[in-house]
């Protein structure tokens, strides 16, 4: 069974940085090919997807978080990365990641984010 648990969430205030981690296990050797993804949902809102990785590292932003967001990947370390720089108070929310292979789907319990002005 695949395992996903973000972390290093917390409160900054805006114009700050954090850097959001997600480590998958059960994955054994497939991590390197799963395509990888950080979602956020602001409360009231519907979750949203701001950032993706695949398999050979290329990567895809939402606009809100294209400049300011960097999504990565250790595949040795079976984890996957959300830098966040420039952080504005509507990035508020809980950020959870999703793994997804040959069809299956997997979530993380989500970690909160927020920014205070």
């Known amino acids: 069974q695949v395992q996903l648990v973000e972390s290093g969430g917390g409160l900054v205030q805006a114009g700050g940085s954090l850097r959001l981690s997600c480590a998958a296990s059960g994955t054994g050797s497939f991590f390197s090919i799963t395509t990888m993804r950080w979602y956020r949902q602001a409360s009231g809102e519907q979750r949203e997807l701001f950032a993706r990785?695949?398999?050979?590292?290329?990567?895809n932003y939402a606009d809100s978080a294209t400049g300011r967001f960097t999504i990565s990947r250790d595949n040795a370390k079976n984890t996957v990365y959300l830098q966040m720089n420039s952080l504005k108070p509507e990035d508020t929310g809980v950020y959870y990641c999703?793994?997804?292979?040959?069809?299956?789907?997997?979530w993380g319990k989500g970690t909160l984010v927020t920014v205070s002005s």
């Open positions: 999703k793994s997804t292979l040959y069809g299956m789907e997997y």
């Open positions: 990785i695949i398999r050979g590292g290329d990567t």
